[in-house]
């Protein structure tokens, strides 16, 4: 099954406790990708200016990631993020931000991928989401994620989006924001009213929990990694794992998204091992499908 993704692709700079990375390359669209090519090629949709510094086609050699929806834009300047980490790195600062060719129109889904049927849209103004929305013909299921930003000043055109959507993903703050709700289960269940058949709400360290529509729920705690360096792209690459495995297998049926959470929670715990890509780009899908193993026989009881 085909496999898109629209999202950012930056350049970043990385405080953490346990160092820093300059200029690295960065994006939702890019740690995406990376974790989503372990189970299923992917279509990639973005856009970078043309001071960016880094080639993607080389940062993806040897992955099936197609990059004819990206888009070099001439005069533009590339999305930068600076962020920083302190204590238990569970919350990132921003720093400083510079949207740049993300404040400009978004790029044009080419052709022969708009019949994409598993989607992914990565966090980004919600109107945009629905605009790149609209360029597919018959997308069979759809993912989106967003950030605290657009549900305190985009409020009303998130909402517009959910009920064209199959699958939320957000982090727990932004459900309790959304649904106004400090029950956490309690939000999940007016997440789903708002129109998605699914809402997934990550907890960093502590898992993630989900419900659909028909009433299943599905808690599942984090792996329990020790060696953590960069938190920075791990709900990217939680989604990617994720949906990479949805659209491998065709299926999004209860059981199947059980199964592609466990693959993401993974996935993410290899990513947070290392600055930017290092980790995640080293490792292999045997090293994912053992933690996967490792995870669902510590769950069990």
């Known amino acids: ?64 990631v197609n990059l004819s929806g990206l888009e070099v834009r001439r005069g533009s300047k590339t999305f930068r993020w600076k962020g920083s980490y302190q204590g238990d790195m569970s919350q990132a600062l921003t720093d400083a931000m510079q949207l740049n060719v993300l404040s400009e129109r978004p790029p044009i889904v080419p052709e022969h991928f708009r019949d994409s049927e598993y ?6 103004h919600p109107a945009l989401q ?51 709700c400090d029950n956490l289960a309690i939000s999940a269940k007016e997440l789903v009213k708002m129109g998605p058949k699914a809402v997934i709400i990550k907890k960093g360290s502590n898992g993630s929990i989900s419900l659909d529509k028909d009433g299943n729920w599905f808690v599942l705690g984090a792996y329990p990694s020790t060696d953590l360096k960069d938190p920075t792209g791990a709900g990217d690459s939680f989604a990617g794992a994720l949906m990479g495995y949805l659209a491998s297998s065709g299926r999004t049926d209860s059981q199947f998204l059980k199964t592609a959470i466990a693959y993401g929670t993974v996935t993410a715990s290899i990513v947070i091992e290392g600055f930017s890509l290092s980790a995640i780009t080293s490792a292999g899908r045997s090293e994912i499908d053992r933690r996967f193993n490792e995870l669902r026989k510590m769950t069990e009881f």
């Not at 299921?141 to 409020?155: E, G, L, P, R, Y």
Request: charged share 20%.
């Open 1 to 64: 099954m085909s496999l898109l993704v629209t999202g950012s692709i930056g350049i970043d700079t990385v405080t953490t406790p346990m160092g820093k990375s300059e200029s690295c390359v960065g994006g939702s669209a890019v740690y995406f990708s990376m974790a989503a090519s372990f189970f299923s090629p992917v279509r990639f949709v973005g856009v970078v200016g043309d001071d960016c510094p880094f080639e993607l086609t080389k940062v993806f050699a040897g992955r099936e």
């Open 119 to 124: 989607v992914f849209l990565a966090n980004t």
């Open 130 to 180: 629905k605009q790149l929305l609209e360029q597919l013909t018959n997308p069979k299921f759809v993912v989106a994620d967003t950030m605290n930003c657009w549900i305190d000043a985009q409020c009303d055109e998130l909402k517009r989006l959910l009920p064209r959507i199959d699958a939320l993903i957000l982090n727990e703050g932004e459900a309790k924001m959304l649904t106004g």
